[in-house]
């Protein structure tokens, strides 16, 4: 388990030696399921998540759960605290829970997630629990990683719906209304179907399920919803696809990144080429030479 | 007249502009925060109807006759490990003309557990002692006459349980319980927000509350059956207007909660007590004091519509502030103790604790012990303050910061309103985080040097005292263990799996439980068998921790 | 902020036992997070088992634990020991609270890296950390 730990810190510090280590394991990987919670703080994911833990260790299936914290773009600094919820968990060999800080990096975290999700259907574990805070662009990024995406929104909204971050109720595969032992829970779900409504929907309509997570209700029906939509993905040839795009996406991003490398170690290593670039006051002909260079 | 008393005050501010300011960067409002203008006077006296003790709101105070009537209750608040040793203490106390007596208990006892849990390995009679069953409590009270004197109990998830031993052992002296008189802290609200006692959920929490009132009400009607309490709060880093609002505001959750039950205010109003902390900054504290009488005398009859005026008047029981102490140049907390004690006293306090010198770092010596008590003593019979009924009243500076209080504690009410009230707002970590926000804001003040601590961030000495600790034998801890497994054995077995089914079978439905615990503890069923049982029914709540 | 320059160093803080006394606690876990470090809050009434699994899952270097109860003497030796049983004994172990110095002397001989007493400044304890972890 340390080794699995310890692979996953290289994959967050994007140290170079990943690329080895993704290799050896090529074979060993079988991808787990991955589904995503996002939603603002305090609508109960983790205690959902926790639930629903619980629900895949009755059925034997090991579980890691990622949770994600913003870390502070200033100081780096970050307090990770999702394991809280799970403490039932603690010692159960077959749940693997992590923490990870966002790190500020821009997409970054994806590619960790990624990498880190690689490594643990190598570690042999079957599914995959990404856990989010609903802030910054951390829901975009979970939506481009998982399988399915559940958004949690709970009655105490202020404004209702309406209140929501644009993008979030196009990232949904299933809607979780949390709390629903609260008035309003009705009003809110209402809401949701009539925005589901208006919105141009693809053959996959996000289900609203009602939980009361902090009583473990809801939790068996949270994942037939997940169930469903890997089904759905699987055969409408959907499922195929996003992997193909995913993959392709990824590359890219790891392009990117390498390319980001590359350029930030040549303007360091060559004093000329910083001269020139301070001449120009533009970065175009710069980043183009850097990249038609030999490596 | 008018003319000459504006220039005057005119004449004041020009000199005082111009006149010279510190340069030592030290804070000039009070330690929660609260600015402080360097002169108070006439004008900012608020405009009300003069205020007199004994009368609604109470500002003044909740008896006609003040400390002349009756001095504070001095009772300090100690513990030892062994329900022997502590009974010898009691019988020793008791020989000395004392009538109230204060039971500390053990972490494991606080939390419900047995001492041969295996989470209570290491945890036995540290801070208190050990009780196990309905045995240790006969033990606890042997040839101590319960009709005679008062207890309180300090204990807040089991305090239903705890309450129930007290019974017990006073049915086995032949003493009916209504009787009996004392205080049970039962405060679970303040677990959730501060000192983190807490086992089962919010609302189960709760119902176990209002069963003991609401059996208090019938059956034990000379018992204070809650003290609500602030202290707890403050200790955990809230301000003074935190610890107002977020105390005051669990009494309400309190008092609504019981008349959701069906109970008429004034059947239980008045025996709802309350308990403050006493820091440092003196003013501050007094204003609070003052203010929370008037607060909650006004919410009792205008919102509530209390009609006995027994249930407007707030009592309070309150304790020097642990949390100002030191563990360097120790003597130094008799002096911060003093000042502390003082605001208790101008502020109106119906009894008082003052902690011991050494507290930070041990159980106190008999001497210091014995310092603080004389502290009181200093107070009430020296220093003259005594002799006259809130002699504060009227200050221009303390009458504005009183009214000062009243109004962020109302500002906080309406917040925690609009959050749907108490438990919604612990659900929602409001007032942890709260909490957490004061408690780091005043260590970087610290930090800073802009608030000083004597002793520790300024004024220091290198040579300083080892800390000292009580060291609890360790025998203590396999002694205790083995008198737990013997108290099971011995039992009837039946009688305790019977009452415990029974209780399990109460605890999913809605009856009073209290007569169940009392029947459970009877056939000596342990502490830890009744909390587990309950715990199979409500569940147990894990925080969401904000840091 | 390059993601390939340093390697945050993780910290798991932690109450074990009983007491639920955690003001300290989440005054320093801030401070450390001010300071840049990732800091895994694992809060209330934690066994020596969570807290090393937890460190271990985390991949953390370091565990920091508040004891203020009395307890530390059987609570402290068992979070080393337990981290000897797991093979981690590079986990190195800090912690807070009233603790007499002789008791420290004998909790540092048993592995516990240092502990800081009531009064301690935040940045003591932050300017420790960073000697210890020079490149975190």
Redesign the interface.
């Known amino acids: 388990m340390r080794a699995l730990a310890r692979a996953i810190s290289l994959v967050e510090r994007r140290d170079p030696s990943i690329r080895e280590l993704e290799e050896s394991l090529r074979d060993a990987t079988h991808p787990p399921g991955v589904v995503g919670f996002t939603g603002a703080p305090g609508t109960g994911k983790s205690t959902l998540v926790d639930g629903l833990v619980a629900l895949l260790r009755k059925e034997e299936k090991s579980v890691a759960v990622l949770a994600t914290d913003p870390n502070s773009p200033f100081t780096g600094g970050a307090i990770l605290g999702d394991r809280i919820r799970m403490q039932r968990h603690a010692l159960d060999p077959r749940v693997f829970i992590r923490s990870m800080g966002a790190r500020g990096h821009l997409g970054g975290l994806s590619l960790a997630t990624r990498e880190a999700i690689r490594l643990l259907g190598a570690f042999g574990f079957d599914q995959v629990i990404l856990e989010t805070v609903g802030v910054g662009q951390s829901e975009l990024e979970v939506a481009a990683v998982a399988d399915t995406t559940v958004v949690v929104l709970t009655p105490n909204l202020g404004d209702g719906v309406q209140m929501i971050k644009a993008g979030i109720l196009e990232i949904a595969d299933v809607f979780v209304v949390n709390k629903s032992d609260i008035d309003g829970h009705a009003r809110v779900a209402a809401e949701l179907r009539a925005m589901l409504s208006l919105a141009a929907r693809q053959a996959w309509k996000p289900p609203i399920v009602a939980t009361v997570a902090s009583r473990q209700e809801g939790i068996e029906q949270v994942w037939e919803a997940v169930l469903a939509h890997r089904r759905h993905l699987e055969s409408s040839g959907q499922g195929r696809r996003l992997v193909e795009e995913r993959l392709r996406d990824e590359t890219a991003e790891v392009a990117a990144e390498l390319a980001r490398q590359r350029v930030r170690r040549a303007l360091a290593d060559d004093p000329g080429l910083s001269e020139r670039l301070l001449e120009d006051g533009t970065p175009y002909r710069t980043a183009e030479e850097i990249l038609d260079r030999k490596r | 007249m008018k003319v000459r008393s504006r220039s005057a005050k005119q004449a004041w501010e020009e000199d005082f502009a111009a006149g010279p300011t510190r340069e030592d960067g030290i804070e000039t409002s009070t330690i929660s925060g609260v600015p402080l203008k360097p002169l108070y006077t006439s004008e900012d006296l608020p405009r009300r109807e003069e205020e007199l003790p004994g009368q609604f709101p109470y500002t003044r105070g909740i008896h006609t006759s003040g400390y002349r009537g009756r001095l504070w209750t001095m009772r300090q608040f100690s513990g030892f490990a062994t329900a022997e040793e502590t009974n010898r203490r009691y019988k020793y106390l008791l020989a000395n003309g004392q009538t109230g007596l204060s039971v500390a208990f053990d972490?494991?006892t606080?939390?419900g557990?047995d001492s041969d849990a295996p989470?209570?390995?290491?945890?036995i009679g540290?801070?208190g002692v050990a009780i196990d069953s309905l045995a240790d409590m006969e033990t606890l009270f042997d040839g101590i006459p319960l009709a005679e004197i008062t207890t309180s109990m300090t204990i807040n998830s089991p305090a239903a349980i705890l309450l129930c031993m007290y019974i017990a052992v006073a049915e086995e002296q032949g003493v009916p319980a209504d009787r009996l008189g004392g205080t049970l802290q039962n405060d679970i609200l303040k677990?959730f927000i501060a000192?983190?006692?807490f086992i089962f959920?919010p609302a189960p929490s709760m119902r176990l509350v209002v069963d003991s009132i609401e059996y208090c009400a019938k059956e034990v009607p000379t018992w204070n059956t809650i003290s609500i309490s602030g202290y707890h709060i403050r200790?955990?880093?809230s301000t003074a207007a935190q610890e107002l609002a977020f105390t005051l505001a669990d009494g309400m959750a309190y008092v609504d909660a019981c008349l959701e039950r069906g109970m008429h205010i004034d059947e239980f109003a008045s025996r709802l007590s309350f308990f403050f902390d006493a820091h440092i900054d003196f003013f501050e504290e007094i204003a609070k004091f003052r203010a929370a009488r008037r607060i909650w005398a006004r919410w009792m009859r205008e919102r509530y519509g209390a009609r006995q005026d027994r249930s407007w008047k707030m009592r309070f029981h309150t304790q020097t502030a642990g949390?100002s102490l030191?563990?360097?140049q120790p003597e130094l907390n008799i002096a911060r103790t003093a000042i502390e004690a003082l605001a208790a006293v101008l502020g109106g306090t119906q009894s008082l604790h003052t902690n011991a010198m050494d507290e930070?770092?041990a159980l106190p010596t008999d001497k210091s012990a014995r310092i603080a008590l004389r502290t009181q003593q200093l107070l009430a019979y020296e220093s003259g303050v005594a002799n006259t009924i809130d002699p504060l009243g009227g200050s221009y500076f303390v009458e504005a910061l009183t009214d000062e209080m009243e109004r962020q504690a109302e500002a906080y009410f309406k917040r925690i309103e609009e959050m749907?009230g108490v438990i919604?707002a612990i659900e929602?970590?409001f007032f942890q985080k709260e909490?957490?926000d004061s408690?780091?804001r005043y260590?970087q003040e610290l930090?800073q040097k802009r608030r000083l601590?004597v002793g520790?961030?300024e004024f220091t000495v290198d040579d300083e005292p080892?800390?000292?600790?009580?060291r609890?034998d360790p025998r203590l801890e396999s002694e205790q263990v083995a008198r737990v497994r013997a108290v099971r054995a011995k039992r009837d077995q039946a009688r305790c799996s019977n009452a415990l089914s029974r209780l399990r079978k109460a605890a999913t439905g809605t009856d009073n439980l209290m007569p169940y615990i009392l029947e459970a503890v009877r056939a000596y069923a342990t502490e830890g068998e009744i909390m587990q049982t309950m715990v199979e029914v409500f569940g147990t709540y894990?925080?969401?921790?904000?840091? | 902020m390059s993601p390939t320059a340093v390697r945050p160093v993780r910290i798991i803080v932690a109450k074990v036992g009983l007491d639920g006394h955690d003001r300290g606690v989440k005054v320093v876990a801030r401070a450390l997070r001010d300071a840049g470090y990732e800091v895994i809050y694992t809060g209330l009434r934690q066994t020596p088992e969570m807290v090393v699994d937890a460190a271990l899952q985390e991949d953390a270097q370091v565990i920091g634990l508040s004891i203020h109860s009395g307890a530390h003497m059987t609570l402290f030796p068992a979070v080393v020991d337990e981290l000897k049983r797991r093979k981690a004994t590079d986990i190195v172990v800090f912690g807070g609270g009233i603790i007499p110095d002789d008791d420290i002397t004998a909790l540092k001989k048993q592995g516990v890296a240092e502990i800081f007493t009531p009064g301690t400044p935040l940045q003591e304890i932050v300017e420790w950390l960073r000697k210890r972890f020079p490149e975190g």
């Open positions: 972490m494991p606080l939390m557990q989470t209570s390995r290491g945890e540290h801070c677990e000192q983190k006692e959920p200790e955990a880093g949390v030191t563990a360097q930070v770092l749907g919604p929602a970590s909490i957490a408690a780091f260590q930090e601590m520790v961030n080892p800390i000292e600790i009580l609890i894990t925080e969401q921790a904000v840091v």
